[in-house]
C-alpha cells in the first residue's frame, strides 16, 4: 500500500480564505483626540473605512505587525504601541475569516499620506464619537475598546 504524499502541485494556502488568516490592525490617535481612519480599495470590505493594518506574516509578533503595517500604509513612524483588543470577523460575502489583534498608539511622528494607492483610496482624521461610514468590523470593534485605551493613558 502506498502513502499518500502532499501533492506539490497545488496552490498555496490563502490565509483568511482557504484557513482563518491572522491579522493585526492599529488605532492611531492624534493628541486632539482624532484617529485616522483609512478607505479600503480592495476585499476584505472593500469600501469600508478602516484602522491601520494587515496581514501578520510568519514568526512575526503581531505588535511588530501592526506596527510595520501602519508604517507601510501612511507613511507615519510609529513609536510605543499598546493592546487594544482581539477581534474576529467571519464575512461570508468577501469568502474570509480574520482574527486580528488590534493595538493603539498616540506615539507617532510624521505626516500621514496615502503610501499604498492601490490598496487604499483615501484617508482622514475623524472624532472616534462620529467615524465615517461603512466602517470595517476591526474598526468598530477598536473603537468599542478606544475609551478603555484612553483611560488607561491618563491613569
Not at 10 to 18: E, Y
Not at 73 to 84: A, D, K
Not at 122 to 127: I, K, L, Q, R, S
Amino acid at each position: 500500500m502506498s502513502q499518500s504524499s502532499p501533492d506539490m502541485n497545488t496552490q498555496p494556502q490563502r490565509p483568511g480564505i482557504d484557513f482563518p488568516g491572522v491579522g493585526c490592525g492599529l488605532v492611531i490617535q492624534r493628541d486632539d483626540g482624532k484617529i485616522l481612519m483609512l478607505r479600503r480599495m480592495k476585499a476584505p470590505e472593500a469600501g469600508s473605512w478602516s484602522i491601520a493594518g494587515g496581514k501578520v506574516d510568519p514568526m512575526e509578533p503581531s505588535l511588530e505587525a501592526a506596527r510595520r503595517e501602519a508604517e507601510e500604509e501612511t507613511g507615519l513612524t510609529i513609536g510605543r504601541v499598546t493592546f487594544l483588543t482581539a477581534a474576529e470577523a467571519i464575512l461570508p460575502a468577501d469568502g474570509q475569516h480574520w482574527l486580528s489583534m488590534i493595538y493603539a498608539t498616540r506615539d507617532f511622528s510624521g505626516e500621514a499620506r496615502l503610501t499604498e494607492p492601490d490598496k487604499l483610496s483615501e484617508f482622514g482624521w475623524f472624532d472616534p464619537k462620529n467615524p465615517p461610514r461603512p466602517l470595517s468590523v476591526f474598526a468598530e470593534q477598536a473603537l468599542l475598546y478606544l475609551d478603555r485605551f484612553l483611560m488607561d493613558e491618563t491613569a
